[in-house]
């Protein structure tokens, strides 16, 4: 399984970034994915969730400016990020959950991106 994120970058604090994620590579269907950050020498933090029929769950400091959106057919997801603040600073992690065998199911990762909002 491969996710592959984009959309990353240096933005003005007020401003928006929108960050894709493509995930291939299973045959069965993907479950939650979702978007993760984190800043060097901090635990990864929980910034959205998605399911696949949609349901969606954020993290404190994404409720309000953050939205994640779900397309089943590309096996992708978004996250549209608005009024970014310096402290939204991070590497931005995809993750989604897929059965690996007929019992178990595995978290995959990306490799991240870099988000760097300026004061």
């Known amino acids: 399984v491969q996710l592959v994120e984009s959309g990353g970058g240096l933005v003005q604090a007020g401003g928006s970034l929108r960050l894709s994620c493509v995930a291939s590579g299973s045959i069965f269907a993907f479950n939650t994915m979702g978007w993760h950050r984190q800043v060097q020498g901090h635990q990864r933090e929980m910034v959205a969730t998605?399911?696949?029929?949609?349901?969606?769950n954020y993290g404190d400091s994404a409720k309000g400016r953050f939205t994640i959106t779900r397309d089943n057919s590309k096996d992708t997801i978004y996250l549209q990020m608005t009024n970014l603040k310096p402290e939204d600073t991070a590497v931005y992690f995809c993750s989604a959950n897929t059965r690996v065998t007929l019992f178990e199911t595995e978290d995959f990762w990306g490799q991240g991106t870099q988000v760097t909002v300026s004061p």
């Open positions: 998605i399911t696949a029929g949609g349901l969606t």
